[in-house]
């Protein structure tokens, strides 16, 4: 038998890695969102160019706007 007893424990996540398939308008697209506490968050297209498409730019103006919601959309999905 063990002598160990853990009494408490706290977890923090400060860094994640989501691969995720969404389709926009019938075109499927395999992307990488990668978050981190100090950075935030990152998205990296699986197309043959690895550039973000131009919908992107138009559609998700802001900063961060499609990465948060890939990652609010994946964490409903998940529970």
């Not at 389709?23 to 160019?49: A, M, Q």
Request: proline residues 3%.
């Amino acid at each position: 038998m063990s002598e160990i007893t853990i009494k408490e424990t706290n977890q923090e996540v400060t860094a994640w890695t989501k691969h995720i398939s969404f389709e926009r308008e019938g075109e499927k697209h395999l992307v990488t969102l990668y978050w981190d506490i100090n950075d935030g968050y990152d998205l990296v297209f699986k197309n043959p160019s690895l550039f973000k498409p131009s919908w992107v730019f138009t559609e998700y103006k802001l900063l961060g706007e499609l990465e948060q919601l890939l990652d609010e959309m994946t964490e409903r999905e998940g529970k």
